[in-house]
C-alpha cells in the first residue's frame, strides 16, 4: 500500500511541472509596419518592410499570405493575416485582420 501512495505521488508531482511553451508561427506583423505598405509599391519594395511572406505559392504568385499565429501557455489565442494581391508587380489589394491604419 505504502508503494502505491508513492507511485501516486510521484505521478502527480510529475504531471504537475510539465512546461508548455507558448508556440508562435508565421510573420511577426506589427502595425507601424503595415502602415507603410500602400497601393502601387513593388513586390521588393513590400519584402523590404515586411520581409518574405510566410505562404508563397509559385502556382500564384501574384498573391502573397503573411500570417501570423500565437498560441500563449494562458490566455487567448492571436491571430493575424494580410493577403496581398500584386498585378505587374505592383500592390493592386490587400485583404485580412490587419491592414494600413489611416493617419
Known sequence: MKKLFCLT????????CVYTPAIQQGNILQQEEVNKIEPGMTKAQIAFILGKPALNTNLESNTWYYLYYLNPTSG???SKR???????????RMEGTIKPEKE
Do not use: N, P, W, Y
Request: proline content about 0%.
Open 76 to 78: 487567448k489565442s492571436t
Open 9 to 16: 505521488l510521484l505521478i502527480a508531482f510529475t504531471t504537475a
Open 82 to 92: 494580410l493577403i496581398l494581391h500584386f498585378v505587374e508587380d505592383k500592390l493592386a
